[in-house]
């Protein structure tokens, strides 16, 4: 049962600041702004090639950018957010911004 608190998780930075979790995510959006998608998803959709291709730019950086193009989205049901949290669930990773055709995912 849920009494009403909720759990908030704080980081220490390397600037001995603390900082929520949200204030990380603003950070990591930002960050992403600047960033070029790294995979694009097409009419194969999501295989595993992809999913394999996701999970080893995550190893490599920790913040990537994925589009989505309409193509994907004309053959299935699913709608933007889902697929973007199909891919997180998938690998392993946290979803930190979804807008438009463009996911971002951060490694965990």
Known sequence: MSDGNTLITININKNNRCETMDEKTRKLR??????????????????EQTI???????KRESL???KILKTF?????????EI??????KTN????????????????
Do not use: H, P, Y
Request: charge should be positive.
């Open 64 to 66: 990537i950018k994925i």
């Open 52 to 58: 394999k291709n996701i999970k080893g730019a995550l």
């Open 30 to 47: 930002s960050q992403s702004k600047l960033l070029m998608a790294r995979i694009i998803i097409g009419k194969n959709g999501i295989t």
């Open 93 to 108: 990773s946290a979803l930190i911004d979804q807008v438009g055709f463009m996911i971002v995912l951060a490694r965990k």
């Open 73 to 81: 989205l004309d053959e299935g049901e699913q709608d933007k957010k």
């Open 84 to 89: 973007a949290a199909i891919l997180a669930e």
